[in-house]
């Protein structure tokens, strides 16, 4: 049977093409099953560069460039353009296999040659070369052809080498600019986590180049799953794998591991892989949760896609954090009356008007969450000597004794009402969980970490037996949204020795990254292990546009470039559901939701995270952007006493570390904003700019 595969480059432009030609597209692969007269179908390409490429009409007006094979039936679709643009496209480009990795290659031999006759003049007059520190040998080792090699010890600047990225094979490149950022050879394949073979791969062998190149090439049976594919192409390509994410996905752990990494470095999609994975081994049941529903519903949407064997797929529970602590919950009691967030801060301020005690109602609140329920305090005589490690008030015997009243009276009320709230169902689950000898799940996987509280990950640790493999999460504290701080080593999860990290973003241009990160310059941030978390190192390899930045007088004024910015995107091309706006608070977004309207432009207010509309601006706040991502993206609103707003912030005189961390995170709920954004991003203000913007100076 002849198999089709969609080169990954292809998948990303199929998106761009007019939905006519995307349904002949369709329409003409969907006939490709027919084996024996898979040939029939394609037609020679008079002289193209290689002889295993082939066209086949699409209509009158589009071909598209197929690869081939001289034995086997892999047959890969690389491109679909017009008539006389696809013929051209043949005529300049060649495949290989890499002879290190053994996956397939695409190139534009004849821009390589162009490139390299020009760059070779001007290494003439050059004292050195870029990669004089390097051997042909070591070159050839990790993969480097002799038209590549050639190439690059033509290069005397690093600024050639990323102007080439777009010329040169995937893999290659990757090589070539991990030895050019200082990498040792060793160091490029423990980074890039490539498959090394002492004896390489038949290089004319592309159908088995094919087979190993799930990175590069989605492999379909039959018409179905082809049409699967073209109905969901960028979310299907978010679920294969680069080859460092893979090592992750793929190693066995004696215990808990952990991945990290900056944004769009594919944490999630490692998540998905592990899940299944595990699943597939078959050694038991499989959780895999995150903090919210929004989320969970996004990582359950992700596996159905990935997962095709039912069986695998009915071992992978996917449940937010809350929504299995419930379901616990309700195995041993009846359905529980939730204290409401309003409900609660009002029990807490009678509790301190009862008993005049000089706290306030937050502390007190927060004291409970991070103090005691994190650390399963339950007696006078074990607050007293709780570590209070970041609490930034210290607290003497006495007072200490003041707030244990408080918080036994607060506890004590819950029990009179015969009320809880997630915290205390939280608790209870756990509880429920230790006390059990046949532990629900094998294995639990964990996205988002960062935003998990100790009483959610105490529930975790109590929900899977402690084995090899048993925990493997996946987060970055510089996208920590949420008040919750957390040491993995004291909820039981040690990842000393299992951990790796992810360094490059997928989804953000360089230039948007680049200034991203600046919001965070001069920023401490823990790594959830008792240590510091770097995110030095994390780059894109795509080009862009840099952010546009600008304040305005008037919220008016602000609105008004808002409308313009947006409707210069859509005559651009781009699609109104690629196009994003994230704004600090629900008043804004209602705000922001009447003057699209009125402009006449459509849009959707986000109301769980995610849409169901293709063709509407999507407006929401910056919480609800978490896990999402836009072509384009407008962050209005970035102003002075609103990013960060007033209440979101602890004073500084009542708890002085509180302040600072209540300041950082909403300092990275900004950073998770803006790195929504793939292509372009805009951020404004009107008055007085946000302190968070000063680092961009």
């Given at each position: 049977m002849a198999r089709l595969g969609i080169d990954k480059d292809f998948l990303r432009e199929f998106t761009k093409l007019e939905k006519q030609v995307q349904e002949r597209v369709s329409q003409t692969l969907a006939k490709f099953d027919q084996v024996s007269h898979a040939g029939a179908h394609l037609e020679k390409?008079?002289?193209?560069?290689?002889?295993?490429?082939?066209?086949?009409?699409?209509?009158?007006?589009?071909?598209?460039?197929?690869?081939?094979?001289?034995?086997?039936?892999?047959?890969?679709?690389?491109?679909v353009l017009p008539h006389d643009d696809a013929?051209?496209?043949?005529?300049?480009?060649?495949?290989?296999?890499?002879?290190?990795?053994?996956?397939?290659?695409?190139?534009?031999?004849?821009?390589?040659?162009?490139?390299?006759?020009?760059?070779?003049?001007?290494?003439?007059?050059?004292?050195?070369?870029?990669?004089?520190?390097?051997?042909?040998?070591?070159?050839?080792?990790?993969?480097l052809d002799e038209q590549i090699l050639a190439f690059a010890r033509a290069l005397t600047d690093s600024a050639q080498l990323d102007a080439a990225k777009a010329l040169l094979p995937g893999n290659q490149y990757d090589v070539l600019f991990g030895l050019a950022t200082g990498y040792t050879p060793e160091q490029v394949w423990a980074e890039l986590a490539a498959e090394v073979s002492d004896t390489g791969f038949d290089p004319d062998d592309l159908d088995a180049a094919v087979e190993r190149s799930p990175d590069r090439v989605v492999l379909v049976d039959g018409p179905e799953e082809l049409m699967a594919v073209f109905r969901h192409p960028l979310a299907t390509w978010r679920i294969y794998l680069h080859p460092v994410q893979r090592s992750a996905v793929e190693a066995s752990y004696n215990g808990p591991a952990r991945v990290t990494g900056g944004p769009g470095t594919g944490k999630t999609v490692v998540t998905m892989h592990r899940a299944h994975q595990l699943a597939v081994n078959g050694a038991g049941p499989v959780l895999m949760t995150t903090f919210t529903a929004t989320l969970a519903g996004s990582l359950d949407t992700g596996v159905r896609l990935l997962v095709e064997d039912d069986e695998v797929r009915e071992r992978i529970h996917v449940h937010h954090v809350d929504q299995f602590a419930n379901r616990v919950f309700?195995?041993?009691?009846?359905?529980?009356?939730?204290?409401?967030?309003?409900?609660?801060?009002?029990?807490?301020?009678?509790?301190?008007?009862?008993?005049?005690?000089?706290?306030?109602?937050?502390?007190?609140?927060?004291?409970?969450?991070?103090?005691?329920?994190?650390?399963?305090?339950?007696?006078?005589?074990?607050?007293?000597?709780?570590?209070?490690?970041?609490?930034?008030?210290?607290?003497?015997?006495?007072?200490?004794?003041?707030?244990?009243?408080?918080i036994w009276e607060f506890e004590s009320e819950l029990r009179r009402r015969g009320v809880w709230t997630h915290e205390t169902i939280c608790v209870e689950a756990t509880r429920l969980l230790e006390q059990r000898t046949d532990k629900p799940y094998r294995h639990v996987v964990v996205d988002e970490a960062q935003d998990l509280s100790p009483v959610q990950w105490r529930l975790l640790r109590a929900a899977v037996p402690e084995?090899?493999?048993?925990?493997?999460?996946?987060?970055?504290?510089?996208?920590?949204i949420y008040n919750n701080r957390v040491s993995l080593r004291d909820v039981g999860i040690r990842v000393t020795g299992r951990s790796s990290r992810l360094n490059v973003n997928y989804r953000t241009t360089a230039e948007i990254l680049a200034w991203s990160l600046g919001l965070l310059r001069g920023e401490t941030i823990d790594d959830m292990d008792e240590g510091l978390e770097a995110i030095a190192g994390c780059r894109s390899e795509v080009r862009g546009k840099h952010p546009w930045v600008r304040g305005f007088p008037t919220r008016s004024a602000e609105l008004e470039q808002l409308v313009t910015t947006l409707r210069e995107w859509v005559d651009t091309g781009i699609a109104p559901g690629e196009i994003g706006v994230a704004v600090r608070s629900n008043k804004l977004v209602e705000t922001v939701v009447a003057e699209l309207g009125e402009a006449g432009i459509p849009n959707v207010r986000l109301q769980g995270g995610t849409t169901e509309e293709d063709d509407a601006v999507a407006v929401g706040t910056m919480h609800r952007m978490k896990g999402l991502e836009f072509r384009c993206l407008a962050?209005?609103?970035?102003?002075?006493?609103?990013?960060?707003?007033?209440?979101?912030?602890?004073?500084?005189?009542?708890?002085?570390?509180?302040?600072?961390?209540?300041?950082?995170?909403?300092?990275?709920?900004?950073?998770?904003?803006?790195?929504?954004?793939?292509?372009?991003?805009?951020?404004?203000?009107?008055?007085?700019?946000?302190?968070?913007?000063?680092?961009?100076?």
């Open positions: 390409i008079a002289n193209a560069r290689d002889s295993r490429f082939r066209s086949i009409r699409i209509s009158d007006f589009w071909r598209g460039i197929v690869l081939a094979p001289d034995s086997g039936d892999s047959y890969t679709l690389l491109t013929y051209a496209w043949a005529k300049r480009r060649r495949a290989s296999v890499n002879a290190a990795t053994g996956r397939i290659e695409i190139r534009d031999v004849a821009a390589v040659e162009d490139s390299l006759s020009g760059l070779s003049k001007l290494a003439e007059t050059a004292p050195s070369r870029l990669f004089d520190h390097v051997k042909d040998s070591q070159l050839r080792q990790l993969g309700r195995e041993h009691h009846e359905v529980p009356a939730i204290l409401s967030a309003e409900e609660q801060r009002q029990l807490w301020q009678s509790i301190v008007t009862e008993l005049e005690v000089s706290f306030s109602a937050n502390f007190l609140a927060e004291e409970w969450r991070q103090v005691v329920l994190a650390q399963g305090v339950d007696s006078a005589e074990q607050y007293l000597g709780a570590k209070r490690d970041g609490r930034g008030r210290g607290l003497g015997s006495r007072q200490r004794a003041q707030v244990w009243q408080a084995r090899p493999d048993d925990i493997f999460l996946a987060g970055d504290t510089h996208q920590r962050v209005a609103g970035v102003t002075e006493h609103q990013v960060p707003p007033p209440s979101a912030i602890t004073p500084e005189e009542e708890d002085a570390s509180a302040h600072r961390r209540d300041a950082q995170r909403e300092r990275c709920l900004l950073f998770v904003a803006c790195t929504r954004a793939r292509e372009q991003l805009a951020v404004s203000w009107h008055g007085g700019k946000s302190p968070f913007l000063h680092t961009q100076n």
